[in-house]
């Protein structure tokens, strides 16, 4: 499990970097988005990976902090999920009125000569 997680974090912080360096503001914002969702994960993952435990106490059973899963880094990832979908928002209304003012989508807001 922790192997597929790990992979998964680095083809997503991979391809968000690679998305990153390309020309178009698109192109950037998913970029930025496959970035912030590379680092939710890897903040989900620091409270702990378990499967098939039970999400809360049994009845006449004592717990141990040891068997639970970290309940701080999963309100964390859920107030980074509100707040990257508020940003990608804004980038896009920006993106939009840069298009406007430019009348192009590159970054710099010219076009490459090829």
Same mark, same amino acid.
């Given at each position: 499990?922790? !192997? =597929? &997680?790990?992979?998964?974090? *680095?083809? +997503? !912080?991979?391809? *968000? =970097?690679? +998305? &990153?360096? @390309?020309?178009?503001?698109?192109?950037? %914002? =998913? *970029?930025?988005?496959? &970035?912030?969702?590379?680092?939710?994960? /890897? =903040?989900?993952?620091? #409270?702990?990976? @378990? !499967? #098939?435990?039970?999400? %809360?106490?049994? @009845? #006449?059973? $004592? #717990?141990?902090?040891?068997?639970?899963?970290?309940?701080?880094?999963?309100?964390?990832?859920?107030?980074? %999920?509100? %707040?990257?979908?508020? !940003?990608? $928002?804004? /980038?896009?209304?920006?993106?939009?009125?840069? @298009?406007? +003012?430019?009348?192009?989508?590159?970054?710099?807001?010219?076009?490459?000569?090829?």
């Amino acid at each position: 499990m922790e !192997t =597929i &997680l790990a992979l998964a974090i *680095g083809v +997503l !912080t991979g391809s *968000g =970097i690679w +998305l &990153l360096l @390309r020309p178009r503001t698109f192109q950037v %914002i =998913i *970029g930025l988005s496959l &970035l912030s969702y590379a680092v939710n994960l /890897f =903040i989900f993952s620091t #409270g702990g990976l @378990r !499967t #098939g435990a039970a999400p %809360i106490l049994e @009845r #006449g059973e $004592a #717990g141990s902090l040891a068997q639970y899963a970290d309940p701080v880094p999963q309100a964390l990832v859920l107030t980074a %999920i509100v %707040i990257s979908f508020a !940003t990608t $928002a804004l /980038f896009l209304v920006v993106m939009l009125a840069a @298009r406007g +003012l430019t009348g192009s989508d590159h970054v710099d807001g010219k076009e490459q000569d090829s």
